[in-house]
């Protein structure tokens, strides 16, 4: 049973930080890309970042870019989104997702993704 479980998610103030987690389990994690998303209340799931199986390649979305720093370890079949500077509008349920790959790259589209995680709050106050 593949289960992806998400940590890290709190009440902070602006410009903190935060570190989330993913713990990824019933599959290979290193035949997946994989990403993390968000969404607000009343607003579609957004894509903040991804990396490809081998963590070569990450992508970021353009409000998160320079602020946030995606990481996986193969090894240990764990996703990590270091979140820096951050704004109340960053204030939203973060989950991470995995899809099969092999490929160089990897994609932010919730769509492409088939397993994700229950997720977890994150809130900004001003």
Known sequence: QVRL?????????????????CII?????????AGWFRQAPGKEREGVSCTSWSGHY????GRVEGRFTISRD????TLTLQMNS?????TA?????????????????PKVYDYWGQGTQVNVSS
């Open 93 to 109: 349920m973060y989950y991470c997702a995995a899809t099969p790959s092999s490929g160089a790259a990897c994609s932010r589209d």
């Open 5 to 21: 479980m998400e940590s890290g998610g709190e009440l902070v103030q602006t410009g903190g930080s935060l570190r989330l987690s």
């Open 86 to 90: 951050l704004k109340p509008e960053d």
């Open 25 to 33: 389990s019933g599959l290979r994690f290193e035949d997946y890309a």
């Open 74 to 77: 193969n090894t240990k079949n």
């Open 58 to 61: 990450t992508d970021y979305g």
